[in-house]
Nanobody, 119 residues
Framework: QVQVVESGGGLVQAGGSLRLSCAASGRTSNTYDMGWFRQAPGKEREFVAAISWSFGSTYYADSVKGRFTISRDNGKNTVILQMNSLKPEDTAVYYC????????????WGQGTQVTVSS
């Protein structure tokens, strides 16, 4: 069983930065792909960024490419989402998720952390 917990959300003005953290716990003998998703009020959840736990490959949604950076701390089983040049449209609840590389979908989700970007 894998548990994920997000932290670091808050209120920031447009153009500012926030750093989100995702702590993953569970079996250390397995590797997991980690992803960040977000959901704005009244909208569908959307993909933001992902990182391969095994190889470190990163993936970004076009809307955040060049502004957000996903990274990992293997020793602490922590995944970071560094968000720069934030825009009001980035306002959403951000969720961290985990899955085994062999899984077709993310099946372990955090509780979410609120990010609000003021205009």
């Amino acid at each position: 069983q894998v548990q994920v917990v997000e932290s670091g959300g808050g209120l920031v003005q447009a153009g500012g930065s926030l750093r989100l953290s995702c702590a993953a716990s569970g079996r250390t003998s397995n590797t997991y792909d980690m992803g960040w998703f977000r959901q704005a009020p009244g909208k569908e959840r959307e993909f933001v960024a992902a990182i391969s736990w095994s190889f470190g490959s990163t993936y970004y949604a076009d809307s955040v490419k060049g502004r957000f950076t996903i990274s990992r701390d293997n020793g602490k089983n922590t995944v970071i989402l560094q968000m720069n040049s934030l825009k009001p449209e980035d306002t959403a609840v951000y969720y961290c998720a985990a899955k085994k590389p062999s899984s077709g979908s993310y099946n372990y989700w955090g509780q979410g952390t609120q990010v609000t970007v003021s205009s």
